[in-house]
């Protein structure tokens, strides 16, 4: 490769971080906005057919630039990491959402690195150091005065059930980044 490849490679590398960003830190209100119009598995279809398309497109050009070739998986192992990782957070999270609202969904999403040491820790056993884990304890109290502080429950089946849906598709998210 070239220089001029090398500096393209990283320049495109970093508008798709870039991109991904912008779109993760938008995903709440973008999500709560659509929710509005539509239900959670019609948010959750029309999400993954939009980018599954593009996604397939993207790693065949990646594959074929790098003449990198597909390990073959056993296919439970697929249907875990689609079923539980992504369908189960998708599910969750968005029907989390729907019912919890959209500042919930912005504190539980702000707690998901705490959700994913917590999880490393009981799949790993990457256990956190003591400051870690005085920051964990501090995340989460924070989370709980953020979400349940004054907040009028009374409307809610179960109060916390949209909360503990979002933290249980963090939980599965996690679990499948992890798989």
Not at 31 to 43: D, K, N, Q
Not at 60 to 66: K, S
Not at 97 to 111: D, E, K, T
Request: net charge positive; aromatic share 8%.
């Amino acid at each position: 490769m070239t220089d001029g490849t090398d500096a393209r490679r990283v320049l495109l590398a970093n508008l798709a971080l870039l991109a991904t960003a912008t779109f993760w830190g938008t995903h709440i209100p973008a999500s709560w906005f659509i929710l509005a119009h539509y239900t959670p598995v019609e948010v959750i279809i029309g999400r993954y057919c939009l980018a599954a398309p593009v996604l397939i497109l993207l790693l065949a050009i990646e594959t074929r630039t790098a003449r990198a070739r597909a390990e073959p998986k056993p296919l439970s192992r697929l249907w875990m990491l689609g079923g539980v990782g992504i369908l189960g957070f998708a599910l969750s999270y968005t029907v989390g959402l729907s019912i919890a609202g959209q500042l919930q969904g912005s504190l539980i999403s702000a707690a998901a690195p705490v959700v994913g040491v917590l999880v490393a820790w009981t799949l790993k056993g990457a256990r956190p150091d003591g400051p870690m884990q005085l920051a964990l304890i501090l995340a989460l109290i924070g989370a709980a005065i953020g979400i349940f502080g004054g907040r009028d429950l009374s409307h809610v089946a179960l109060p916390g059930l949209g909360e503990g849906l979002m933290v249980l598709g963090n939980v599965m998210w996690s679990w499948y980044s992890l798989a």
